[in-house]
């Protein structure tokens, strides 16, 4: 992507991108470009109330930002996988005690990738959820980390 062997991708932060959302967030580093939105804290619809709130995630990769994927099955898979890998981080970090009986949705929508859309998309999350205002233990932030020789 023509950066120097010691040099970082530029990063750009929006807030607030997605009206009627509860907060969202767009995050591009160097070529690659992640929206994420959350909605929620809202009534759980489940007939199965806990006492603690839930998550809900919803990951979608684009067509047209992962371009050496050749097949829909392929694509659909992947989305799926890390879906569940984002609820699963996120159900850790988020302080559910604080929302019983209510479901916190997270969406996030890789809109170009060139390349660590998974640690961006985890970073965007974060970054909407605190937009959001939901209450977390810690905040998560993925890197990744090439090494040469």
Known sequence: D???????????????????????????AG???ILAWIDGPKESKSKNIESIGSVKCDFILSQSSYY???SDIKRDLLMRDFSCVLKEIFEEIILLKNYPKSDIEINCVCLQNDGSF????????????INAGIYLKDTSIGISIGLYN
């Open 31 to 33: 070529g690659t470009s």
């Open 118 to 129: 998974k640690a961006i998309s985890i970073t965007s999350i974060t970054l909407a959820l």
């Open 68 to 70: 050496h994927i050749k």
């Open 2 to 28: 023509g950066r120097k062997e010691n040099e970082f991708r530029t990063l750009d932060i929006e807030l607030e991108t997605v009206k009627n959302s509860s907060g969202s967030c767009m995050l591009k």
